[in-house]
């Protein structure tokens, strides 16, 4: 089985000096023959408007070789809307956590050690937005962009969406080179990418391989409500290269790359992007309404098959096979049924859950689809209002901390000393329609943690909001532990649903 990798790594100390170059010297050796074997062989396949070539015929035929295609201009185009994406994240010191297990406090004058990690990016517009991985700037206390001309920018995060692994930020900065969309759709089997990105910390790397696989879902992602549709390709992808950039001959994007198949934590043959179908889609929300806005179907899935085409006695061996549908879901209020067959979304045929997860997650909240579904062996059609994960149709606005009813501010160091507290936020003014009210919450309520995370500054309230609506848990809730003045400790939980 594969290791899959995911996360961005540090590069110190991967290989010996002797090592690497005894490596490079058996794959020079290899690459030196296929190629030399490959050369004289031509293809009889025409070129088409994803090929371009500067290269001329060697004979008076139409059909070229594989290799006679440029490259150059692709990646000259390419490789300075690239940028290297610095992390740097806090970790306490683990007998730090233990100690507050046991005793309530952190210890005094604990120190953190920083956590140094590194990914890619792809400037998307010329004032500075850029996409790159949810993994790579997850939990990052401060960020730096590195341009390919060596201008350094720190990065603001604008959202990010766990469920694809597609994050997007922002470096203050104008009349930057950009990549251009492409059409993942119109990608082929067997077309020629390339893959562009910062591997092992070494800037601006280029390779190039073919698709070798589309909607692929490899189960890399740990989300309720993940969508894994990925390009899989043989272009050489290794640790460092996740945000990058997969582009066509054209120097268009086609998508973000972001897993490898490892046995080692290394390149050993296959690499996965983020189509842009879906990259575009996610990127467009994050700017609009600062989170995705996610359309449900409202169905449990799944792929089919030969051990369930013959339980069921289906005879259709594409699709997605609908185990159960939801009681609020879009597909029951539509008139889809258990046992159904999904076999085509507007007109697109569906082979696969992962198809069918793409295609629904084009959508928005409120949207119309046409479903095609095989039931009884016969050809059923329905008009599907999609939903959001609330179970209606609207779009959803991320909750602010102003949404919740009352004031928040940090309490005074004589406040910290009465209380033996090292922090602390206290509501103050909590008005009678808002969410803190109907949790029971009372003024002068000193929050000290929410959802067993510590708040020390009024924006740490904000992004655990933000954690928690993100991570599309069921509960979408806020568990608050905290004290009042007189030494009363409580806790309250806040349904950031109603």
């Not at 952190?106 to 956590?115: L, M």
């Not at 103050?428 to 510590?454: H, P």
């Amino acid at each position: 089985m594969f290791n899959l990798i995911i996360k961005a790594m540090n590069t110190k100390k991967l290989f010996s000096k002797n090592t690497l170059v005894s490596f490079l010297l058996i794959l020079s050796a290899f690459l030196g023959g296929t190629l030399l074997a490959k050369s004289n062989q031509s293809s009889n396949k025409p070129n088409t408007d994803n090929q371009e070539s500067t290269a001329k015929p060697t004979t008076s035929t139409t059909s070229r070789s594989a290799f006679d295609i440029d490259f150059t201009e692709a990646a000259q185009r390419s490789v300075n809307a690239v940028v290297h994406v610095k992390t740097k994240a806090s970790l306490r010191n683990p007998n730090d956590q233990l100690f507050e297990f046991f005793f309530g406090q952190p210890q005094r004058n604990s120190k953190n050690t920083p956590i140094i990690s590194s990914g890619s990016g792809v400037i998307i517009s010329n004032n500075g937005y850029i996409v790159t991985n949810h993994h790579v700037i997850n939990n990052a206390d401060e960020i730096e962009v590195t341009l390919n001309d060596n201008k350094t920018y720190k990065a603001e995060v604008v959202g990010k969406d766990p469920n694809t692994d597609i994050a997007l930020i922002k470096i203050d900065a104008k009349d930057l080179t950009t990549l251009p969309f492409g059409d993942s759709d119109k990608l082929k089997i067997g077309e020629w990418v390339l893959a562009i990105g910062n591997p092992f910390n070494l800037t601006s790397t280029v390779t190039a391989g073919i698709v070798s696989a589309k909607a692929r879902n490899i189960n890399i992602l740990s989300t309720d409500m993940r969508i894994e549709s990925f390009i899989q390709t043989d272009a050489a992808v290794n640790p460092g290269n996740s945000g990058g950039a997969l582009v066509n001959t054209k120097g268009e994007l086609v998508g973000i790359n972001t897993a490898i198949a490892s046995q080692t934590g290394s390149y050993s043959g296959y690499s996965f992007a983020v189509p842009v179908s879906i990259v575009s889609k996610v990127v467009a929300d994050l700017k609009e309404f600062g989170e995705v806005q996610r359309a449900v179907l409202g169905v449990s899935i799944s792929d089919i098959t030969d051990m369930l085409a013959k339980e069921k006695d289906i005879e259709v061996m594409e699709g997605a096979y609908v185990h159960m549908v939801t009681e609020q879901g879009a597909a029951k209020a539509a008139g889809i049924k258990d046992g159904d067959i999904i076999t085509h979304i507007d007109d697109i045929k569906i082979k696969s859950v992962a198809e069918l997860q793409e295609q629904i997650g084009r959508h928005n909240p409120g949207d119309k689809v046409k479903i095609v579904v095989v039931r009884d062996k016969k050809e059923l059609t329905f008009n599907v209002k999609l939903k959001n994960k609330k179970g209606s149709t609207t779009i959803l606005k991320p909750t602010t901390i102003s949404d919740l009813g009352g004031s928040f501010e940090e309490i005074s160091d004589k406040l910290k000393n009465e209380l033996k507290i090292t922090s602390g936020i206290q509501i103050l003014n909590i008005s009678k329609d808002g969410k803190l009210y109907k949790s029971g919450i009372k003024d002068d309520f000193i929050i000290l943690k929410i959802n067993n995370q510590r708040v020390s500054a009024v924006a740490d309230i904000q992004n655990i909001i933000k954690k928690t609506e993100t991570s599309l848990s069921t509960d979408n809730a806020l568990f608050l532990s905290g004290i009042y003045p007189d030494g009363k400790t409580a806790y309250y939980a806040i349904n950031l649903q109603e």
